[in-house]
């Protein structure tokens, strides 16, 4: 299959399935559309091998094509997504807990899976007027400056952390922690807690508490948040702890955690 469609190309010794992965691999958040020429220019693909593949994915319905010519990802994926234990299911049982926890604070709450060294948001439900936050469904968040990323990163092994901490930690406010040293003790606190509380690590003027959700064999499955512009966010503990647990007994975790 390779052939001669790859023997005089840039992409020579890429396999087919990496080729496709690429293809999928060039959307993002800040590029959900892309035109056929972009798609090569961002994975380095032959218009030839390119346009073939871009077909394919098109015809099984991991791309959709739209009236402009230009491409995003297809309901396909998003069918296939909801199949991990970590996105739907997880999603339908916590959605009512998010619920009851959102109209108790009025404040943002969401859900967060760890997804290699990121914490993946797979599930919000936003204030109106409440602070602005930059994080959304299908979002990412980094692990040592967001609430729920703490709590995933301090409940993962040590090899993460390496990971985590090994190209260094970026600053996107003046209070994130960008030393490993304290990144370290924070995580050990947030064990010995239960809780994570962040303030303004991730952007100006937000606050979050995050606490964890549990499975049935006591893993860490999944953070639960808040957040908002107070201050004052560690009197919400209470409140999202609670609903920790109650998302994590939906999952047979047991009562106390």
């Known amino acids: 299959m390779k052939g001669a469609d790859t023997a005089n190309s840039s992409d020579r010794g890429r396999t087919v399935t990496s080729r496709a992965l690429a293809v999928l691999g060039a959307f993002t958040e800040g590029r959900p559309e892309l035109t056929l020429a972009q798609i090569c220019r961002l994975t380095g693909l032959r218009h030839a091998t390119a346009h073939r593949l871009v077909g394919e994915l098109t015809a099984w319905g991991a791309l959709e094509r739209l009236p402009s010519g230009a491409y995003v990802i297809g309901l396909r994926l998003w069918e296939l997504g909801t199949l991990n234990p970590r996105g739907l299911p997880l999603r339908v049982r916590a959605m009512p807990i998010m619920e009851d926890l959102h109209a108790a604070t009025r404040q943002h709450v969401q859900l967060a899976v760890l997804d290699g060294t990121d914490a993946l948001v797979v599930e919000r439900i936003s204030a109106a007027g409440a602070v602005s936050v930059v994080s959304q469904v299908g979002g990412r968040l980094p692990l040592h400056a967001s609430a ?68 049935s064999k006591d893993r860490v499955v999944a953070a639960l948040s808040v957040v908002c512009a107070d201050a004052r966010t560690h009197l919400l503990v209470p409140a999202v702890v609670l609903a920790g647990r109650g998302i994590s007994r939906s999952l047979g975790a047991d009562a106390v955690l």
Do not use: K, W, Y
């Not at 090899?159 to 030393?179: K, M, Q, S």
């Not at 050990?188 to 499975?215: I, K, N, Y």
């Open 148 to 215: 729920v990323g703490q709590v995933l990163l301090a409940h993962a092994g040590e090899e993460l952390f390496t990971d985590v901490v090994r190209n260094g930690l970026a600053r996107f406010t003046p209070r994130t922690i960008t030393d490993p040293a304290t990144l370290r003790l924070a995580l050990a606190e947030c064990r010995r807690t239960g809780v994570a509380v962040v303030r303004e690590e991730m952007s100006p003027d937000a606050h979050s508490v995050a606490a964890p959700v549990t499975d």
